[in-house]
């Protein structure tokens, strides 16, 4: 496919990767001379300088002949004009990042298609809903749910009194029982276990379960101890912290320790959430936070831009004042593995949301969403199986699927299954796929 994306910042730069990397035909365009510059420096792939918002420009970078065009500049104008003018040009889908709120309503999302822009992204929101996914499961480090909950998928790490532990899958669970094992990702690698894969001391295991059976699932995997999160600190008062805090249920705590005085106040008018204390001082220093008795938080956020500084807070509240919970950003794709291998907590990056949402439209199967976790190499699919699939015609373990590959369950009506090898599907079913990034391209032919 032909891809034109313009912005060469954070999340244009790791799209024009990610796409590069599934060998599609790539224009990367800025008039930021110097982000051009610096992006991408290791693909191979087409950049282009000028102004996202020139038609003359745009048929330059051959927009017109495109398969899907992508404005995430830093300017949400730009891209909504930019996109409008693409579409106009011919491109066949347009993307534009967004960062109002309001223009994610349902009415606003539908005016903006009859303008041509068929879907908006706003990726502070997207982070703020994952965020809150996890304040509200603190013992899961990821969590996702299908189909308005009526399945779940969820990360758990692995620790030394949890009796699974050098176990083979075939051991732990059989078809029958109640969850699934569908990923692990052991020293930096994902993989997509077997029956003869041992769990081990520090796997983070991915686990799929119905919502009768998750405290069944967290008493196998040594996790019922873990409390309830009934008091929040934010560390900065981020849109993400915002729109995080905003949207907790009424009956949690919430602090906001934000170090810019002069922000201080318009953090405070921008909150609507009852019960909340804004400070002023800085959520790395330990005695101010000794202090004013926000050491008795039971979760840790730290979701500003400075990626050094969160995963630092983050150690400090979880290793020197015991919290359980601690959610760090981390935007440098560097130091996802560092983060992971110090044991920061929950890691959430704002790309790879960003990167998911505009990834499902190139993907020409009936895939309802996708989603990328930030610590695995992994996407999980959601994909409504039609009349003639071939998923209606032979069970699960006649289809071959790719080995890299896996379907953990899927949602007939309104009700939530596992899967198994004897698994035939109906059409209208959605199935939940669990695969390595490197094979989703390699499921369309079974997602046509």
């Given at each position: 496919?032909r891809i034109?994306i313009?912005?060469a910042?954070?999340?244009?730069?790791?799209?024009?990767?990610?796409?590069?990397q599934d060998?599609?035909n790539?224009?990367?365009?800025?008039?930021?001379?110097?982000?051009l510059?610096?992006?991408?420096?290791?693909?191979?792939?087409l950049?282009?300088?000028?102004?996202?918002?020139?038609?003359?420009?745009?048929r330059?970078?051959?927009?017109?002949?495109?398969d899907?065009f992508v404005?995430?500049?830093p300017?949400?104008?730009r891209?909504?004009?930019?996109c409008?003018l693409a579409k106009q040009?011919?491109?066949?889908?347009?993307?534009?990042?967004?960062?109002?709120?309001?223009?994610?309503?349902?009415e606003?999302q539908e005016?903006f298609?009859?303008?041509?822009?068929?879907?908006?992204?706003?990726?502070?929101l997207?982070?703020?809903?994952?965020?809150?996914?996890?304040?509200s499961?603190?013992?899961?480090?990821?969590?996702?749910?299908?189909?308005?909950?009526?399945?779940?998928?969820?990360a758990v790490?692995?620790r030394?009194?949890?009796?699974?532990?050098d176990?083979p899958?075939s051991?732990?669970?059989?078809?029958?029982?109640?969850?699934?094992?569908?990923?692990?990702?052991r020293?930096?690698v994902?993989?997509?276990?077997h029956?003869?894969?041992?769990?081990?001391?520090?796997?983070l295991v991915f686990?799929?379960?119905?919502?009768?059976?998750?405290?069944f699932?967290?008493?196998?995997?040594?996790?019922?101890?873990i409390?309830?999160?009934?008091?929040?600190?934010?560390m900065?008062?981020s849109?993400?912290?915002?729109?995080?805090?905003?949207?907790?249920p009424?009956?949690?705590?919430?602090?906001?320790?934000?170090?810019?005085?002069?922000?201080?106040?318009?953090v405070?008018?921008?909150?609507?959430?009852?019960?909340?204390?804004?400070y002023?001082g800085?959520?790395r220093?330990?005695?101010?936070?000794?202090?004013?008795?926000?050491?008795?938080?039971?979760v840790?956020?730290?979701?500003t831009?400075?990626?050094?500084?969160?995963?630092?807070?983050?150690l400090?509240?979880k290793?020197?004042?015991n919290?359980?919970?601690?959610?760090?950003m981390?935007e440098?794709?560097?130091?996802?593995?560092?983060?992971?291998?110090?044991?920061?907590?929950s890691?959430?990056?704002k790309k790879t949301?960003?990167?998911a949402?505009?990834y499902?439209?190139?993907l020409?199967a009936?895939?309802?969403?996708?989603?990328?976790?930030?610590?695995?190499?992994?996407?999980?699919?959601?994909?409504?199986?039609?009349?003639?699939?071939?998923?209606?015609?032979?069970?699960?373990?006649?289809?071959?699927?790719?080995?890299?590959a896996?379907?953990?369950?899927?949602?007939?009506?309104?009700?939530?299954?596992?899967?198994?090898?004897?698994?035939?599907?109906?059409?209208?079913?959605?199935?939940?796929?669990?695969?390595?990034?490197?094979?989703t391209?390699?499921l369309?032919?079974?997602?046509?």
């Amino acid at each position: 496919m032909r891809i034109v994306i313009a912005g060469a910042g954070e999340v244009g730069s790791h799209l024009a990767t990610l796409l590069n990397q599934d060998k599609h035909n790539i224009v990367l365009i800025s008039d930021n001379e110097q982000s051009l510059k610096t992006a991408c420096i290791h693909e191979d792939l087409l950049k282009m300088s000028g102004a996202p918002t020139s038609i003359s420009f745009l048929r330059e970078a051959g927009v017109e002949d495109c398969d899907l065009f992508v404005g995430v500049t830093p300017d949400e104008s730009r891209n909504m004009t930019s996109c409008m003018l693409a579409k106009q040009l011919g491109a066949k889908k347009c993307v534009a990042r967004v960062d109002s709120i309001e223009y994610m309503e349902a009415e606003n999302q539908e005016f903006f298609r009859k303008l041509g822009i068929d879907s908006l992204i706003y990726p502070e929101l997207l982070v703020a809903n994952e965020i809150n996914h996890l304040i509200s499961r603190p013992w899961a480090r990821q969590w996702w749910e299908m189909q308005s909950g009526k399945l779940f998928l969820f990360a758990v790490v692995m620790r030394e009194d949890c009796e699974l532990i050098d176990k083979p899958i075939s051991e732990i669970s059989s078809p029958e029982d109640p969850f699934h094992i569908t990923a692990i990702k052991r020293n930096g690698v994902t993989i997509i276990p077997h029956g003869e894969t041992s769990i081990r001391l520090g796997d983070l295991v991915f686990v799929m379960t119905r919502p009768e059976h998750i405290q069944f699932v967290r008493h196998i995997f040594d996790k019922e101890n873990i409390p309830e999160a009934k008091r929040v600190v934010y560390m900065g008062g981020s849109d993400i912290t915002i729109h995080s805090l905003n949207s907790l249920p009424k009956n949690i705590s919430t602090w906001v320790v934000e170090r810019n005085p002069d922000k201080e106040k318009a953090v405070h008018r921008a909150i609507t959430h009852a019960k909340n204390q804004v400070y002023s001082g800085d959520a790395r220093d330990l005695s101010f936070l000794n202090d004013e008795g926000i050491r008795k938080a039971d979760v840790f956020v730290a979701a500003t831009k400075n990626t050094e500084s969160n995963i630092i807070a983050s150690l400090s509240a979880k290793r020197l004042l015991n919290i359980t919970k601690t959610i760090a950003m981390v935007e440098q794709s560097g130091y996802i593995e560092l983060a992971e291998k110090v044991d920061v907590g929950s890691i959430i990056n704002k790309k790879t949301f960003a990167a998911a949402h505009i990834y499902r439209m190139l993907l020409r199967a009936d895939v309802a969403s996708i989603k990328n976790f930030t610590v695995a190499d992994a996407d999980v699919l959601e994909y409504r199986v039609k009349a003639d699939s071939i998923f209606t015609r032979k069970t699960v373990k006649d289809l071959h699927f790719p080995s890299q590959a896996s379907i953990g369950g899927y949602v007939r009506g309104d009700k939530g299954y596992l899967a198994n090898g004897n698994t035939i599907f109906q059409a209208g079913d959605t199935l939940l796929i669990f695969c390595l990034h490197s094979e989703t391209r390699k499921l369309e032919k079974f997602l046509q």
